[in-house]
C-alpha cells in the first residue's frame, strides 16, 4: 500500500544505508509482527482493556527500572508480564475483568509518576529526558544488539502465538465446549496474558508505552474487518502490523519532524479507518491482503 | 437421602454407553441431587428433566467429567468421565453468539473437529480437505448450508442451535450430551431442532442424553428420561415416568400427565419453581465453577 510508494520517494534511498534506520527496521519487524498477532486474540477476547493496562504498567515498570537503577529490560518484562498474570488472577478464570484492569491501572501510572520523580531527583546524572522516551518509544536510538534482542523476542513471541493458535481461538469463542474437548482453557488464558505482557514490554521500546494500545488495536481491527476468516485475519494483522511498521518508519525518516512514534500509529491509524470505506467482505479483504 | 422409586433396568448384552450407579454430587456444601441410577445403551434417547436448580447441567457436567460425583460410580463409553475425548459431543446451555463476533459459521463447526490441536492449520494439506469434506457433510445434514458462511454472530437464535449441533457432531461422536438445546427457540424451531436431533440419533445410532426444560416437544422420542428433584430422581421408561402420580411427588405441587387422542402424552401444570440460587441462565463464565441447574 504506502510502502512502494514511499520506497520511491526520494528521501527513502538513503535511510537503508543508515544504521540507526536499519536497526529500528529490523527491531520494528519483530515488534510488529507480535503485536499483530497478539492484537489479533485481544480483540477476539474483548481483552483490548487488557493491552492499554499494560501500557501504564511498561511506563511504571520502565521508571522504575531507571529510578533503583535496575536493568530497563526487567523492569519493562518483570513488570508486565507479573502484572498480566495478576489480571488473569484477579478476573474470573484467566480473564482480566474490566472493573478490575480500571480500578488498578490509574494507581499504577500514579506509581510511574512517583519513580520517575523519584528518577529525576535523586540521580541528578540521570536523562532528564527518560519519561519522555518511555512514553513515546525511541526506536531510532536503537543499537545493534538491542535491535537484534527486540527482533529475536518479537520471532519468540510470534512462535509462541502461532504454537497455541487453534486451541486458544476454541477457548475464545467456545469456552465451554473447548473445556469439555479437553483443551486446558485457564492455563491458556494465562499463557495468552503473559505473551500480552512480553508484548506491550517489547512494543515499548518502538511506539513508547502510551501508543502501543494503537500497535495492538489497529491492525487486528482492521483485519477483522477485512476478513471472516479466522486464520486469514491472523495472519492479515500480523502482516498490516509489519507494513505499518515500514511505512511508519518510512515517513518518519522522510519527513525529519515527524516522530517514528506518530508515523507508525498515523499509518495504523489511516489503515484502520479506510476499512470502514469499503464492506468488510471476505473476498476483498483477500485482495487488499494481496495488494499489501 | 433414599432413593425414590427406581424402575428395574434392562440387563443388556452391550456395555451402557452411560452407567450411574448410586450417584450423588455436592456443589459448594450442599447435596444438589443423590441416588441417580442410570443405564443408557446405544442409540437411547434419553432426557433430563427437573424443576429449575436442581442441577440438570451439572449432570451433563458430571458425564463430561467437568463435575466430580462426591459418591456412587460413573462410567461414560466404558471408561471414567472426561476420557472419551472426541466419542463425546457437547452442546452448553448456550448464550447466542456476539453479534459483531468475525468468524463464519463453519469456522466454528471447524473448531469442533480440530480446536483441540496445538499449532495452526496448514493450507493445501490432506488433513485440511478432509476436515473440509467432513464440515461440508455435516453442516448440510443439519440443513445449515444456506447460512454457513455468513458471520455467525448475524445468524438467528436457531440457525446458531443448529450449526452448533454439527459442531458437536463433526467428530462422528457415539454420546451427544445435549444441555437445553431447545431453550429460547420459538415453537417452530423447537419443533425442527427436536426432530433433528430425533433423526440423529434414530439413523445414526448416536446415543442422545438431552437437558430439558419442557418435555413436551421431545416426548414422543424418548426411550428413557431420568427426573432430578431435590434430594432424589427416578429414572425409568417415559411412560412409567412421567405420570401424574411419580411427577406430583417430585415436584411436591399438582402435576397432570394427559394422554391424547393419538396417544401422545402431554405435561401440563409443570411448575415454574423458583431457582434456589442464581439465575438458571448463569454467565457463561461460571459454568465451571459448578453453579446449579
Known sequence: MTSPVLLAAPGWAPALGQPFFQHALVAGTGIAAAAGLVGYFLVLRAQVFTGDALSHVAFTGALAAFALGASLRIGLYGGCIAFALLLGVLGKRGRADDVVIGSVFSWILGLGAFFLTLYTTSRSAGNGNAGVGVLFGSIFGLSSGQALTAALVGAGICAAVLAVARPLLFASVDEAVAAARGVPVRVLGFVFLALVGACAAEATQAVGSLLILGLLAAPAGAAQRMTVRPFLALALSAGLAVAEMWAGLAMSYAVPKTPPSFGILAVATAVYGATFLRKPRGRRAAAAANAA | ?293
Open chain 2, 1 to 293: 437421602m433414599a432413593r425414590q422409586g427406581t424402575s428395574p433396568e434392562p440387563v443388556s448384552a452391550a456395555a451402557p454407553v452411560v452407567a450411574l450407579q448410586d450417584v450423588a454430587v455436592r456443589v459448594g456444601g450442599r447435596t444438589l441431587w443423590s441416588g441417580v441410577d442410570l443405564r443408557v445403551g446405544a442409540g437411547e434417547f434419553v432426557a433430563v428433566l427437573g424443576p429449575n436448580g436442581v442441577g440438570k447441567s451439572t449432570l451433563v457436567k458430571v458425564l463430561l467429567g467437568v463435575q466430580p460425583a462426591h459418591e456412587g460410580r460413573v462410567r461414560v463409553l466404558g471408561g471414567a468421565p472426561g476420557r472419551a475425548g472426541e466419542r463425546v459431543g457437547y452442546l452448553p446451555q448456550r448464550r447466542s453468539f456476539d453479534a459483531s463476533l468475525r468468524m463464519r459459521g463453519t469456522d466454528v463447526v471447524r473448531l469442533g473437529w480440530d480446536g483441540d490441536r496445538w499449532g495452526v492449520p496448514l493450507p493445501r494439506s490432506r488433513a485440511r480437505r478432509a476436515a473440509r469434506k467432513r464440515i461440508a457433510e455435516v453442516i448440510e445434514r443439519v440443513g445449515a448450508a444456506g447460512y454457513a458462511h455468513r458471520p455467525i454472530g448475524q445468524c438467528s437464535g436457531g440457525e446458531q442451535q443448529r450449526l452448533l449441533i454439527a459442531q458437536a457432531l463433526v467428530r462422528r461422536p457415539e454420546l451427544l450430551l445435549l444441555d437445553e438445546p431447545l431453550d429460547s427457540l420459538d415453537l417452530p424451531n423447537q419443533a425442527a431442532v427436536a426432530s433433528l436431533i430425533g433423526r440423529i440419533c434414530r439413523e445414526e445410532g448416536v446415543t442422545v442424553v438431552m437437558v430439558a426444560h419442557d418435555v413436551n416437544p421431545i416426548l414422543s422420542r424418548l426411550d428413557r428420561v431420568v427426573y432430578l428433584a431435590e434430594g432424589g430422581a427416578v429414572s425409568g421408561p417415559p411412560a412409567e415416568v412421567i405420570t401424574s402420580e411419580t411427577l406430583t411427588r417430585l415436584y411436591r405441587t399438582p402435576v397432570e400427565v394427559l394422554r391424547t387422542s393419538d396417544g401422545r402424552l402431554v405435561v401440563v401444570g409443570q411448575p415454574e419453581a423458583p431457582a434456589r440460587h442464581s439465575d438458571r441462565h448463569a454467565d457463561r463464565h461460571t459454568g465451571r465453577d459448578g453453579g446449579p441447574a
